[in-house]
């Protein structure tokens, strides 16, 4: 939608992104762009949760995962550099 610039004045003529306002078509079916509605689908069924499931600390070990990948290259450039120190020893 496009709003004037000026309060109460408006352009003359249809404005180049407006839609075809002579056919007058408008989407009535359950469809956008000829597509399916979306449904819903599981992946999996329900599972009853075990306490063996409740004990794994799923979040810290994601956490200690994404702190190793943060610091990968820098803990690599420290190693390279330790060891060409040992070899020029």
Do not use: C, H
């Amino acid at each position: 939608m496009l709003f004037p610039k000026k309060d109460g004045v408006l352009k003359k003529g249809l404005v180049n992104d407006s839609a075809d306002l002579k056919t007058g078509d408008q989407n009535t079916e359950a469809k956008l762009f000829g597509t399916a509605p979306y449904a819903l689908k599981l992946r999996e069924k329900a599972v009853k949760i075990t306490q063996a499931m409740k004990d794994v600390k799923v979040y810290d070990k994601l956490r200690i995962e994404r702190v190793n990948k943060y610091y990968k290259g820098k803990r690599d450039n420290k190693k390279k550099e330790s060891e060409n120190k040992e070899q020029q020893k």
